[in-house]
């Protein structure tokens, strides 16, 4: 396994670690036996289409050569995988802008994007369950009535790509009524773990991103078999963390502290806590998922961590090779010049780490090799198997969300109770 997961500051013994190996074998055992519901994602990276592979290619070959702007309308799972990866990763110079629309209700917000609708030749991605969330049908609404005025019915119609149920709904019925192109979300794979179906791979394609080596790098962390030895101890150790288990003082932690410190990696950490938040929220359980962008945050929040309520405890993403770098000049002063900015932000890295564990932080290092596609399957996958078995640990099922019906609900009788208004 190319990623690296040090637990040992984490304040939670090899005992404790070792404890919880048979309710690990458990929820291994579940994951991959294929009678869970969605769990589709399990065994994704070993059995994936092929064939929809090369029609996700040939589409996003299409949208390049069609378009210098793509606009992906969806909201949770449905963009947050595709923007983590193009991101935190470098798109291909030539291909379209992605922005994304439809992950909010903002007037000012898609206001700015139909400014730029304008004067740039466009292609709309509408990702899509159900066709009917509140807020990817408004913009869909929106941007497909702007293409239509500027390009005309049957001529946007081929701009317009569709990722939705593979048999029913009011997307899914629109497609195949004006001829979109569609690929289908997977009955078996919620929108949060489904970053590796079309969901996310037609946007990150479309990007110029190499797909089939994020693939890749998924498959060699589902047949990785240390899986069956260290790796699940991420899992355990943020269960054991929460439930106090194993410590001194027997309290547990509220709060799991995503830290980055390339700001590449700002929408992967969204994507965490959505997969988290969503997953483990439940029956009063689950750690709260926040995240921190250092050493930004550090000039903001660094006060609380290292002196505040010790509620929490801290995962360091940690890319061992960045990208690029720059030199720092002699007028930074004798201490920083002639550096590269990056051994200074490594020294960041030890100093925070030092700070915080100096006061018993517990701190979970994860190292990253660099910001690949390879790699980024890899992490996809890690934090998917992490979240499932973690849910498993707080005996809460992973994969629903039945309390993010009750503002969707709340939010319909306002609308009617407007509506109402309106006629009187």
């Keep these: 396994m190319d990623l690296k997961i040090d637990i040992s500051g984490a304040d939670v013994s090899k005992q404790t670690i070792d404890s919880y ?6 929820a291994m055992e579940k994951l991959w036996s294929g009678k869970e519901d969605f769990t589709g994602w399990v065994k994704l990276p070993l059995q994936y289409d092929k064939d929809e592979v090369e029609q996700i290619l040939v589409a996003a070959d299409r949208i390049q050569e069609q378009c210098d702007l793509l606009i992906v309308i969806g909201i949770g799972g449905s963009y947050l995988g595709a923007r983590a990866a193009i991101e935190a990763l470098e798109p291909m110079p030539g291909c379209p802008e992605i922005c994304f629309a ?9 206001a700015q994007i139909l400014d730029k609708v304008r004067n740039k030749e466009v292609c709309l991605c509408v990702i899509s369950k159900s066709g009917t969330t509140t807020e990817p049908n408004i913009a869909f609404a929106v941007l497909k009535d702007t293409l239509i005025k500027k390009y005309g019915v049957e001529q946007a119609s081929k701009r317009i790509y ?10 899914c019925e629109e497609a195949d009524r004006e001829g979109y192109v569609r690929f289908v979300v997977p009955d078996d794979v919620g929108g949060r773990y489904s970053v590796l179906t079309a969901v996310g791979l037609l946007p990150i394609a479309a990007a110029g991103i190499d797909i089939k ?8 962390m589902a047949s990785d078999p240390s899986w069956d030895f260290n790796a699940t101890d991420y899992a355990v150790a943020r269960y054991a963390l929460m439930t106090g288990d194993g410590r001194a003082d027997g309290k547990g932690k509220q709060i799991e502290i995503f830290e980055y410190y390339e700001p590449q990696l700002q929408y992967f950490a969204e994507w965490l806590k959505q997969l988290f938040g969503e997953s483990e929220g439940k ?13 930004a945050d550090l000039h903001s929040m660094g006060q609380f961590l290292q002196e505040g309520n010790q509620i929490f405890f801290e995962t360091v993403l940690d890319v061992l090779k960045p990208q690029r770098d720059v030199i720092v000049p ?15 932000n490594k020294a960041a890295i030890a100093g925070v780490i030092a700070a915080h564990r100096s006061i018993d932080v517990p701190i979970i290092k994860i190292d990253i090799p660099e910001l690949t596609p390879f790699y980024f399957g890899q992490l996809i996958y890690f934090f998917e198997m992490t979240c499932a078995i973690t849910g498993y ?6 994969f629903d969300q039945p309390g993010v019906e009750r503002y969707k609900a ?12 309106m006629v009187c």
């Excluded at 007028?331 to 920083?336: K, P, S, V």
Aim: aromatic residues 4%; positive net charge.
């Design 393 to 398: 640990l707080m005996d809460v099922t992973p």
């Design 213 to 220: 080596a994020m693939l890749r790098g998924a498959e060699a």
């Design 410 to 421: 709340e939010m319909k009788k306002e609308l009617a109770k407007g509506s109402k208004e």
């Design 283 to 295: 029956q009063g359980k689950g750690l709260f998922p926040a995240s921190l962008n250092f050493s």
């Design 21 to 26: 190996h048979p309710a690990v074998e458990r």
């Design 330 to 344: 002699q007028g930074a002063g004798a201490l920083l010049a002639q550096k590269s900015m990056n051994s200074v």
């Design 162 to 171: 569709v990722i939705t149920d593979k048999e029913k709904g009011v997307l």
């Design 102 to 110: 439809g992950n909010n209700i903002s007037g000012t917000y898609h």
